[in-house]
């Protein structure tokens, strides 16, 4: 005899339980969540850095971000959980007339869609914040104090956690075999735990969002990109508190993680692929890097086994994929957040909640993230990519 449930997701991540907490809280409460690991989190949700800003150059980005700040400031009280935000600042700083032309009109953009808080810094200014941050090239930049990081772990379960308390259910060990669809209309998932009926699936799925959608026969342009971070020993030559700094030069980005530094920068060797194994040669790599924006950082000790590659799920344009999968009623996306899914997080919960539910979405105009874009060469351009 099979399972039912009104809407069954696909991933346990953090994508995943912010849409049946969204669920839940919206009244649908016979929501089934279903994880193939044995813990949450094994996935790209709990290698992320956990950053979160709105200084993006699209209005659907700024905008999933406006609504996914607030949300983390006030987390708990809205789900009954913390999930660590810390408003530190994101502070881009720009070695270029081009880039620095950029951030303005970045600005402009964030400003109009209601961003109060960025503000465009001169290079004396960026030098008080980071005085040990290598500033003769630096031009200026852009600095917005409600940017920061959360915990991803935390975010992830206080949804989770808020979700089963309004009714959800969370399968553990529960990899997906298969979906079954009739006359264009989905009717039930088989699971390794047994087959669920439903009319509702959600591909929450991460990294391995197309291998799900194939499932349907829905041929998905998400890719896993190997993305890996190193932190340093305990280090105090920085301050105790300092904001995500990015080099637009080098798109080498940087900030404290306790006692320690925690060092990033997307190698554009890297190729597709699900390699989540850390490679030794980056660490030369990154720290030549930081050492020739950040001096000090020549002193910083690594070791190895620290470090850690998790995996992007990437688009052709950087933005993620949010809608219904045309010609199958009843199987929604939620992917491709390309390194964004932690700080979407709550925008992305809330929109597939209300396509769902209300058939269209409500928070905000959804039409840019379509899966239908790609087909129709209707593709966005987010340049800021970390």
């Known amino acids: 005899m099979s399972e039912t449930a009104d809407v069954v997701i696909i991933g346990g991540g953090v994508v995943g339980a912010s849409i049946a907490f969204h669920l839940a809280e919206a009244g649908c409460r016979d929501v089934l969540v279903l994880e193939r690991e044995a813990h949450q989190g094994k996935g790209s949700t709990g290698k992320s850095m956990g950053g979160v800003r709105a200084q993006f150059s699209t209005p659907v980005n700024i905008l999933l971000s406006l609504y996914s700040i607030d949300f983390f400031a006030r987390f708990e009280d809205a789900t009954g959980y913390p999930a660590d935000y810390h408003p530190h600042g994101y502070l881009f700083a720009a070695t270029s007339e081009r880039h620095l032309d950029y951030l303005k009109a970045n600005r402009e953009r964030q400003i109009a869609l209601g961003l109060k808080d960025v503000e465009l810094v001169t290079v004396e200014e960026i030098a008080e914040m980071v005085p040990q941050l290598r500033s003769d090239d630096i031009l200026g930049g852009t600095f917005c104090h409600t940017d920061g990081f959360v915990d991803p772990h935390s975010v992830m379960m206080g949804f989770t956690l808020g979700a089963r308390e309004r009714g959800a259910r969370l399968w553990l060990n529960a990899s997906v075999e298969g979906i079954e669809v009739e006359r264009d209309e989905v009717r039930a998932v088989v699971t390794s735990r047994g087959r669920v009926q439903t009319r509702v699936v959600v591909n929450a ?13 829905y041929e998905l342009p998400v890719k896993p990109l190997r993305r890996q971070l190193v932190p340093t020993e305990p280090f105090d030559k920085l301050p105790a508190r300092f904001p995500m700094v990015i080099d637009m030069a080098t798109g080498f980005h940087f900030r404290r993680e306790g006692r320690r530094i925690l060092l990033a920068w997307n190698d554009p060797c890297e190729t597709p692929g699900f390699k989540t194994d850390f490679d030794l040669s980056f660490i030369e790599k990154i720290l030549t890097r930081a050492a020739g924006r950040v001096p000090c950082l020549a002193e910083a000790e690594v070791n190895p086994q620290r470090a850690w590659a998790g995996l992007y799920e990437m688009t052709p344009d950087h933005h993620a994929i949010i809608g219904a999968v045309p010609g199958v009623r009843g199987f929604f996306l939620a992917n491709g957040f390309s390194g964004h899914g932690v700080m979407h ?4 919960g809330k929109l597939v909640s209300e396509l769902i539910l209300q058939g ?13 874009r790609f087909d129709e060469g209707d593709l966005l351009s987010e340049a800021t990519i970390l």
């Open 360 to 372: 269209e979405a409500k928070l905000l105009d959804a039409r840019p993230l379509r899966p239908e």
């Open 205 to 217: 799925a991460g990294a391995w969002a197309a291998t799900v959608a194939r499932m349907i026969g």
């Open 345 to 348: 997080s709550p925008a992305a």
